[in-house]
């Protein structure tokens, strides 16, 4: 049988603008998955209040991280892609919004003869919010095919062993480099502290992720730290808060730390521009004295080779 691998990631605006970036919002902030509100209530308010009030704020963030070859997800994205084709052959990227979409994805592997597709989207750890939004669409689109391809989705990969110690090693790599520092955060993107309650595992598969990456570098409980970043709005977030633990460590006598985030495949807005730049600003404010960003895997030889690796190994399974 011939396969197609479709790697998914989340989206970006086509430009760096307001009206690019309105266009976004509006279908991300739009799922339901992402923002599980009644529609009557909530698509009103993110078409006339959310999306054009964050719009012109968004797209300035978006310029001062834009690459010459366009938004850094999309880049590396691609990249990734580019290099898993030459080894895999048959692969694709799609975005679950924005360009290139996940029907266009599909489509091509479709008409480079691929009988069966590999869905598999760049998040290590499940959530509903992000992997379950991914499986919605990939449904919805393969319901209008007259024959479907056999298809394999995967859900996450959060211990999958090549994973961390590829994530492992570039933090290795990046302190033989430059030295170590006092903590090491890992820090995640956050989600409200209900969805534990509602059955999302993302929680747990962050920190099971978090303790085997410590484990792979063999650092004490003291030397490490998980946090959650990007919370939003007045409801209780998955703790502790990555701002608020970098507000108190310089109290606690901790003044350099590096920060990576694990769950990003590649790197994104939120690592290059809130991660690397707003919140060092943050740390320092309050008295600490060097605060390092710790580059995503994004398209580098290892991060292939993992893919390349875990691809092999799910379709040698099915």
């Not at 960003?293 to 040698?316: G, S, T």
Request: proline fraction near 7%; hydrophobic fraction near 40%; glycine fraction near 6%.
């Amino acid at each position: 049988m011939k396969w197609g691998v479709l790697l998914v990631n989340l989206g970006t605006p086509d430009a760096p603008t307001p009206k690019a970036v309105r266009a976004y919002l509006r279908e991300f902030l739009g799922d339901r998955r992402v923002v599980p509100l009644p529609r009557l209530l909530w698509l009103p308010f993110l078409y006339g209040v959310v999306s054009t009030l964050r719009s012109r704020r968004v797209a300035h963030s978006y310029r001062s991280i834009w690459m010459e070859a366009g938004s850094p997800l999309a880049v590396y994205s691609r990249r990734l892609a580019e290099k898993l084709d030459v080894r895999e052959g048959r692969v694709r990227v799609g975005m679950c919004y924005g360009r290139p979409d996940l029907a266009s994805g599909l489509k091509a592997l479709r008409a480079q003869g691929a009988e069966q597709i590999f869905i598999l989207p760049l998040y290590p750890q499940y959530s509903r919010t992000t992997t379950a939004a991914v499986f919605d669409r990939v449904n919805r689109i393969l319901a209008g095919w007259p024959y479907l391809p056999g298809c394999y989705f995967l859900n996450d990969y959060h211990a999958e062993p090549a994973y961390v110690d590829a994530v492992a090693g570039k933090i290795d790599e990046f302190w033989r480099a430059s030295g170590r520092p006092e903590r090491l955060l890992m820090s995640f993107h956050g989600l409200p502290e209900k969805s534990r309650a509602q059955g999302d595992p993302y929680y747990d598969q962050c920190l099971t992720s978090a303790g085997l990456i410590a484990e792979a570098l063999n650092l004490r409980d003291s030397e490490w730290q998980v946090v959650f970043q990007s919370r939003f709005g007045p409801a209780k977030w998955l703790k502790p808060y990555c701002v608020e633990v970098l507000k108190a460590l310089p109290e606690e006598g901790i003044r350099a730390v590096d920060v990576v985030c694990p769950g990003f495949a590649v790197d994104c807005l939120e690592t290059l521009e809130e991660i690397a730049v707003v919140n060092r600003e943050i740390f320092l404010q309050a008295g600490g004295e060097q605060y390092r960003y710790i580059p995503a895997l994004n398209d580098d030889d290892e991060h292939v080779a993992m893919f390349a690796r875990l691809i092999r190994d799910r379709l040698q399974f099915s």
